[in-house]
């Protein structure tokens, strides 16, 4: 079994739920991975981060830009594997103190990497790049740990933004399954 395999088994072990869930883009599903489960965990996030790390492009890359709430962690934690300096992306911009969309520096002339944790039709994602581009920053990318390969990819390639996955649920099931 390599080293990726027994990640997507352990993440697969760690948050696969199955149930009756409503998803962020509205569709209904009979399972879930509770990603919090696997990012609670520090050891597990700390593999997570490290199997991320090799999708960060070595050059254009000015900040990570964690989204609310997941990907914060994942952010944080790849800023500690990789030394690349992060941003923490609100869902919408604060309407107090320093009214920032983003917290930890300034995006405008920034290359961001956007962090996610799973995207599903990718509306979390293009939404966070439609304020960011709007502020100033430039976002041609963004990374998750899991593409539920329910259309995300496609919508982000459509507004120029490319998706790496870290694992498909096709390759979680399967190695859930083994």
Do not use: W
């Amino acid at each position: 079994m390599t080293a990726d395999t027994e990640l997507a088994r352990d993440i697969y072990r760690r948050s696969h739920l199955t149930g009756e869930f409503t998803l962020r883009s509205g569709v209904e599903a009979n399972e879930y991975f509770d990603k919090y489960l696997f990012e609670s965990d520090p050891l597990m996030l700390r593999r997570v981060a490290e199997a991320l790390a090799p999708l960060i492009p070595e050059q254009g890359v000015d900040a990570l830009a964690g989204l609310e709430l997941g990907g914060i962690p994942l952010a944080t934690m790849l800023s500690q594997v990789t030394g690349v300096p992060t941003l923490f992306v609100r869902k919408e911009a604060k309407t107090y103190g320093t009214c920032r969309l983003a917290e930890g520096g300034d995006v405008e002339g920034r290359r961001l990497l956007v962090v996610e944790d799973v995207v599903t039709s990718g509306g979390a994602v293009l939404d966070a790049v439609t304020e960011l581009r709007d502020r100033g920053a430039t976002v041609e990318r963004t990374i998750c740990v899991i593409d539920r390969e329910s259309g995300g990819q496609k919508n982000l390639a459509d507004k120029g933004i490319e998706l790496k996955a870290l694992f498909t649920m096709t390759e979680l099931k399967a190695a859930g399954a083994a």
